[in-house]
């Protein structure tokens, strides 16, 4: 694990920067802080030893071993009958869902960034404060809503609920990206004889990646993950997306197959690490300048 | 929602205020733009909020005699849940969740993290950053696995190994102390968010006022309590806002691994509601659960943005 022993030995001091020769006291401090951070990150990565391990191994039980090295539980995801089908839903619904929340929150943004209209300010507050609602405080009233529009248990009905649960952060995220392009440059496209629509396509878009890649990798993650949702929505298995699905695997005790469960959680960890790897950078800035605008 | 009206006032600063002509040709323009996002936004989320207050005020089932013909029932649901125990433990075991894991756990560890990784002196920043930001990428239900492994009863589990080292025995920690054990997986899920909160808000601290305390003889604690903490209160509560409201929405992490069990001992008020209104199928008591839990989570919300100052 990444728990390298911490060197004690004082950094290199640059030729610039040269200070007083550490005092004890502060090579005690030093030693500390390597220790308390290196213990943080251990107690961060031990849990993640069960999944690791367990997932190439031939022989794998509820408990951390050191593995019979096999691929053979990622074989066996892509191959059951059952599993593949889990990542086909979770990849139908987070994807679909982050195009449509996309397009329309670029559209919205782009109406909250470029106009000034009366109840404006009231939206943007009220997006806001929607974050403050949690979840499981609303999911009730919205099972009973998407059975009576007949959407419970179909994948379309998750679809259209998650991207509108997605939808106040990426209105507000694109708001304050959009709101960053200056308007000469649209203005600039249209005095060329471009529509509205055509200068938003060919100026707008190009210049707002980072914020969309932030928005859409947000929206996928959030999705992706949700658990809350997909279970009281869906009920049939075929439906079932990774999230719930582990959930079901765990749950059978007595026929646990503990190598296939750590191989789905492998299968099921990746993208949303692999899209945070990407976009970090991008995330914060854009999260924060975001907010600061309005 | 009638926000999609076009009015002539006079714009905000920074948009060049535009010919009146021009600008009342936008109205359907910006309803065709912001319409889509209103109509999901409303339908999906503004409306179960306010469904849920009619339902919490009849006894709807899903299933059974009521089921057909829900009654008006006034607030018999409230006075109901407010003079039942499993109810008030719910919100106590909630209270205490949030308080130990995001408001103690995740501030202080994130603090602590924040700081160590803000110093010049300290090498493989990337690495260690990156192992404290793996619990929060990662989905919450892959988490609860690996925290079931860790927790497990078995003697050969990971904390029974890591305890039986020091000669303890074997425990069976989501039975015995099932309420810390899921504060602990808390703390560890959210450490990332606080640090993350933190340096940046360590990185807007002038360096030439700590360099300055420094020189007159402030200790590093002191410096950190007189200089440091006053100037990131605001960044501070902002995160003690965030946090209490996502560590009140939890609810995959503890269902995966008790699911509000041994006995209702960590049946946290999301698990009851959902227990309630979708297992029990009495959805006017899980409704009037969830106006409560809301009318709480606001409370709090306007202490915290009203001790913290933060203008929105």
């Known amino acids: 694990m990444a728990t390298a022993v911490a060197p004690t030995a004082p950094a290199p001091s640059h030729r610039k920067m040269r200070r007083r020769p550490l005092t004890p006291l502060d090579r005690v401090q030093r030693t500390l802080g390597y220790v308390l951070i290196a213990l943080l990150a251990v107690f961060c990565l031990v849990p993640f030893a069960w999944v690791v391990f367990s997932a190439v191994d031939a022989n794998a039980g509820p408990n951390v071993q050191w593995p019979a090295l096999s691929f053979d539980n990622f074989v066996q995801f892509f191959t059951n009958r059952g599993t593949p089908l889990l990542l086909v839903n979770s990849l139908i619904i987070s994807v679909t869902a982050t195009v449509i929340n996309l397009a329309l929150g670029l559209a919205g943004g782009y109406a909250l960034a470029r106009f000034r209209f009366a109840g404006r300010r009231a939206f943007m507050f009220g997006i806001l404060l929607i974050r403050v609602v949690p979840a499981p405080a609303t999911i009730v009233a919205l099972y009973l809503i998407m059975v009576n529009i007949g959407l419970s248990n179909t994948l379309i009905g998750l679809i259209i609920v998650e991207a509108a649960f997605q939808l106040p952060v990426t209105l507000w995220l694109l708001a304050g990206t959009i709101a960053a392009v200056p308007i000469e440059l649209e203005e600039a496209a249209w005095m060329d004889g471009n529509s509205r629509l055509q200068a938003i396509w060919r100026i707008v878009l190009p210049l707002v990646g980072p914020g969309l890649g932030a928005a859409a990798m947000l929206s996928f993650m959030n999705v992706w993950g949700d658990f809350l949702t997909p279970l009281v929505l869906l009920q049939s298995t075929d439906l079932y997306p990774l999230s719930i699905g582990l959930f079901r695997a765990f749950s059978e005790y007595n026929q646990v197959d503990w190598g296939l469960l750590a191989a789905s959680a492998i299968v099921y960890l990746v993208p949303p690490a692999v899209l945070y790897m990407f976009v970090r950078k991008h995330l914060l800035r854009s999260s924060l300048g975001g907010a600061v605008k309005g | ?312």
């Not at chain 2, 892959?142 to 074997?170: C, K, M, Q, Y």
């Not at chain 2, 102390?177 to 601290?205: C, H, K, Y």
């Not at chain 2, 960590?266 to 008591?285: D, K, M, P, V, W």
């Not at chain 2, 009318?295 to 915290?304: D, H, P, W």
């Open chain 2, 1 to 312: 929602m009638t926000s999609t009206l076009d009015v002539p006032v006079s714009a905000a600063a920074n948009t060049p205020p535009l010919p009146k002509r021009r600008r009342q040709r936008n109205g359907p323009l910006i309803a065709l733009l912001l319409g889509p996002s209103v109509i999901l936004i409303t339908l999906f989320i503004v409306l179960p909020a306010f469904y849920s207050i009619y339902l919490s005020l009849t006894n709807t089932q899903l299933t059974g005699f009521a089921a057909r013909d829900p009654q008006f029932v006034g607030l018999d649901n409230f006075t109901y849940l407010l003079s039942n125990a499993d109810f008030l433990g719910s919100l106590g075991q909630t209270a205490t969740f949030t308080l130990f894991s995001a408001i103690i756990g995740q501030t202080v560890l994130g603090m602590v993290a924040a700081i160590l990784l803000s110093r010049p002196w300290l090498r493989g920043k990337g690495l260690f950053g990156a192992a404290v930001l793996m619990p929060m990428i990662v989905p919450e239900v892959v988490a609860s696995l690996a925290w079931a492994s860790v927790l497990s009863n078995n003697s050969e589990g990971t904390l029974n190994r890591l305890t039986g080292l020091f000669g303890a025995d074997p425990t069976d920690w989501l039975q015995v102390v099932p309420l810390t054990s899921i504060i602990i997986v808390n703390i560890w899920r959210g450490v990332a968010f606080a640090m993350i909160m933190f340096q940046a808000a360590l990185e807007d601290v002038p360096a030439e006022l700590i360099e300055a305390a420094r020189i007159d003889g402030a200790s590093a604690v002191q410096v950190f309590r007189h200089v440091t903490l006053p100037l990131i209160r605001g960044p501070v509560f902002l995160y003690l806002l965030l946090t209490t409201i996502s560590t009140v929405g939890v609810f995959g992490l503890v269902y995966f691994l008790t699911q509000g069990g041994p006995g209702g001992q960590t049946r946290i008020a999301a698990i009851y509601i959902y227990e309630r209104a979708l297992q029990f199928s009495q959805i006017g008591i899980g409704s009037a659960a969830s106006i409560i839990l809301l009318v709480i989570v606001l409370v709090l919300g306007i202490v915290y943005v009203r001790l913290a100052k933060v203008e929105v």
